[in-house]
């Protein structure tokens, strides 16, 4: 893609992200992230939390993070961001069941965790095209979108089993397969991280915005919590 960069990428206070959604044209495209943006909680995070018995969740989440698979594979998909494919595909086909109880907890979060000042600028301008793009997994977030009660043309996500391919690409790229270049450069891109840098650059009007209500949850807490208390009993 033959981009003009935009280097200079600061954060900037959420008011700014407001304006440029509620001011934006009917032929802007707006691109949303969703983990501790649109969703003020990490999706992924709080799936692996879901897993049940969450003894056993706990044991197979610190198994995988002891055998550390993701540094075994070749590049560019060696490296800690392929992390998360491996702890959610190996808890969800270890724990089956953790599918049906995440459609009951995904409603719940929704409710309670939806980022209002983003859906209320969106609710002001119906016109604008807006695009859901994370490098969480679509069969996490497209359970709790279904409930966010927003509108959106598309959601980009990372799928189940080709999730370690979707991370190892980025965002950029992931975008660049659903939208054209002169629509990529001409949007509004919103997000809480640095790691859509390349996407940021590219974007007519990048905002790196970090929400006051959002929060990232360790997965299983409690679990690690109770055993650290344990420990300490008998040092």
Request: glycine share 2%.
């Amino acid at each position: 893609m033959n981009y003009k960069l935009n280097h200079n990428i600061d954060f900037s206070e959420s008011t700014v992200a407001i304006d440029y959604i509620e001011q934006a044209s009917d032929l802007t495209t707006i691109i949303l992230d969703f983990d501790e943006t649109l969703f003020l909680r990490n999706s992924t995070a709080e799936y692996l939390d879901s897993l049940r018995p969450r003894w056993l969740g706990f044991i197979l989440l610190k198994i995988i993070s002891l055998i550390q698979p993701w540094s075994w594979l070749p590049k560019p998909f060696k490296g800690s961001k392929i992390r998360d494919w491996f702890l959610v595909v190996g808890a969800t086909l270890f724990l089956p069941w953790t599918l049906f109880l995440w459609q009951k907890k995904a409603e719940t979060l929704a409710k309670d965790y939806s980022n209002l000042e983003l859906k209320n600028a969106i609710a002001n301008n119906p016109n604008p095209s807006i695009i859901v793009a994370s490098l969480g997994f679509n069969f996490i977030i497209n359970p709790i979108l279904n409930h966010f009660q927003i509108r959106y043309d598309r959601a980009i996500a990372c799928r189940f089993w080709q999730g370690a391919k979707d991370r190892g690409k980025g965002k950029l790229l992931m975008v660049e397969e659903v939208l054209p270049q002169s629509a990529i450069k001409s949007s509004i891109l919103v997000t809480d991280s640095y790691d859509d840098l390349p996407l940021l650059e590219v974007v007519d009007q990048p905002c790196l915005t970090i929400w006051s209500l959002a929060k990232y949850n360790p997965p299983l807490q409690d679990i690690r919590d109770s055993l650290i208390a344990f420990v300490r009993q008998f040092s």
